[in-house]
């Protein structure tokens, strides 16, 4: 056993050289400015790169509300249509049959096939383009199209066939709001 050190001698010496470690460490404590530098320009791509999906976020968003708002409208003036043919309302020999504006959607029209006072709704309010001008109202948000306009040069006329934004940006697939 005298060839082996005893265990509270390499106690000793890990020991002892510990001062000397925290002394060394002592010096370094902190960071340096190019460290700094390098964690804030990564911190401000992060920054930016989260912007950017935030934004995407948000024009995903108003696509959608634009989808929803078009089928909406369209489904409204389909069923105007649909009850003017069944004679729930009159029209001249000369009319299409579509509404004459878009506000008639929400404000009612008497129902020709039952008592009087019976009022047809076909909206509970009219929706907004969400690619709009907020300030602008609602119905002022929508270029209209009229029964007797072409589908590629659509026109405001006596009646209104149909409804599109009047956005001139395009969509994340590439096609104009226009043509929606």
């Known amino acids: 056993m005298t060839g082996t050190a005893p265990p509270t001698r390499e106690f000793a010496s890990v020991h002892s050289t510990a001062p000397q470690q925290l002394r060394a460490r002592g010096r370094r404590a902190g960071f340096t400015l190019i460290e700094l530098l390098i964690t804030l320009a990564i911190?401000?791509?992060?920054?930016?790169?989260?912007?950017?999906?935030?934004?995407?976020?948000?024009?995903?968003?108003k696509e959608q509300e634009l989808r929803i708002a078009?089928?909406?409208?369209?489904?409204?003036?389909?069923?105007?249509?649909?009850?003017?043919?069944?004679?729930r309302i009159p029209k001249s020999a000369d009319a299409s049959g579509y509404p004459a504006s878009l506000e008639l959607l929400v404000a009612g029209v008497p129902d020709a096939s039952k008592a009087r006072g019976t009022i047809i709704y076909f909206l509970r309010r009219l929706p907004r383009d969400p690619m709009a001008d907020p300030a602008l109202p609602a119905?002022?948000?929508w270029g209209l199209r009229s029964y007797a306009s072409k589908a590629d040069d659509p026109q405001p006329g006596d009646d209104v066939f149909d409804v599109y934004?009047?956005?001139?940006?395009s969509g994340f697939n590439g096609v104009p709001y226009r043509a929606w």
């Open 43 to 61: 911190l401000a791509l992060l920054a930016t790169s989260a912007m950017t999906f935030a934004d995407l976020a948000i024009q995903r968003s």
């Open 70 to 87: 078009l089928r909406d409208l369209r489904a409204a003036i389909d069923a105007y249509k649909q009850a003017t043919d069944a004679k």
């Open 139 to 141: 119905a002022a948000t």
């Open 165 to 169: 934004s009047l956005s001139n940006r």
